[in-house]
Each structure stands twice: as C-alpha cells, then as structure tokens.
C-alpha cells in the first residue's frame, strides 16, 4: 500500500490562500485516481477534491468549489492542493490518499484559517 507525506499548512487569516503538497511513494502514483480529504475536530473526515490518473478532471466538495484546485506531477509522484479564499471553516487537518483504496493515513496538515 502507499505512503503519503503532507506539507504546505499553516496559520492564514480569512481570504488568505494556501498550496498543500502530498509526496506519494509505495505504489505506482500515475495509474490511480488520488484526493484530498480533511477533518475539523469533532467531525467525520470529509472528501474535499479529487483528480483523475492524468489530471485531466477533477470532482470537488461544494463548499470549495471554485475556491480550491487539485493538481498532480506525475513525474514526481506529488499531488497538490491551491487554497484560496480561505474561510474559517475550511480549518482541519489535511491528508491525502487514493479515494478508492484509503490506505494508512500520513500524519496530515494542520490549516487554521482565523484572524
């Protein structure tokens, strides 16, 4: 199964933006389907943006929709994610995985959106 290592969090005031990246290795990054997920304390884990083996589509939650793009370098075995506009409520923590096998989790990124 994969490995997944997440970086890019931090703290950002309201409208602030953010690039998340994920470092996939253990498997062959290039022929699954990959996505970001998140979870707020004291909520269920939430698919947030998902993205095909090339890139080439991409399914995102409504609440960041047209705020938030996925992206991924094949090449490099990384999966992105461009945060924009970001709201309080986009505060958890971030993790990455492929969506249709949720290996072990990494230990996620924190994003804390407050002012």
């Known amino acids: 199964q994969g490995q997944f290592v997440e970086s890019g969090g931090g703290l950002v005031q309201p409208g602030g933006s953010l690039r998340l990246s994920c470092a996939a290795s253990g498997f062959t990054f290039s022929n699954y389907a990959m996505a970001w997920f998140r979870q707020a304390p004291r909520k269920e884990r939430e698919l947030v943006a998902s993205?095909?083996?090339?890139?080439?589509?991409?399914n995102y939650l409504g609440s960041v929709e047209g705020r938030f793009t996925i992206s991924r370098d094949n090449a490099k075995n990384t999966l992105f994610l461009h945060m924009n506009s970001l709201k309080p409520e986009d505060t958890a923590m971030y993790f990455c995985?492929?969506?249709?096998?949720?290996?072990?989790w990494g230990q996620g990124t924190q994003v804390t959106v407050s002012s």
């Open positions: 993205i095909t083996t090339t890139g080439g589509g991409a």
């Open positions: 995985n492929v969506p249709s096998q949720r290996w072990t």
